[in-house]
């Protein structure tokens, strides 16, 4: 076999791999971000039912950042135990930007859901 084609073979295997640990940590920080999400998300409309928006406004939007700010506590917390836990992968930092972008991805998600409370 010519020596290229080992090279490339190599770099796609490897390429693969990566890709597969990337989709594989993805794929469970988002199993376990919906749950976390809609947990919450429950919790707050739950507190905030009574509530009359033009009245309470005030009130509405403390609540908001309490379950905004828990919200990015828990997904950061998850977040650093699955890297902790793929601490060998390649790349670590991409996984921790991506994971990162997924974060402000769900928190950008809870703040458009709570507008249609």
Do not use: C, P
């Amino acid at each position: 076999m010519h020596i290229n084609t080992l090279i490339k073979r190599n770099l796609w295997n490897k390429s693969q791999l990566k890709m597969d640990e990337f989709a594989q940590v993805h794929i469970e920080f988002n199993n376990k971000a919906k749950n976390i999400f809609f947990s919450l998300y429950e919790k707050f409309a739950g507190s905030i039912k009574q509530l009359d928006r033009r009245k309470d406004d005030n009130v509405f939007q403390q609540q908001l950042g309490k379950y905004l700010q828990t919200l990015k506590n828990q997904l950061e917390n998850l977040a650093l135990e699955l890297l902790d836990k793929n601490k060998s992968t390649k790349n670590i930092s991409e996984l921790n930007k991506k994971l990162a972008d997924e974060i402000n991805t769900y928190l950008g998600e809870f703040r458009q859901k709570s507008r249609s409370l």
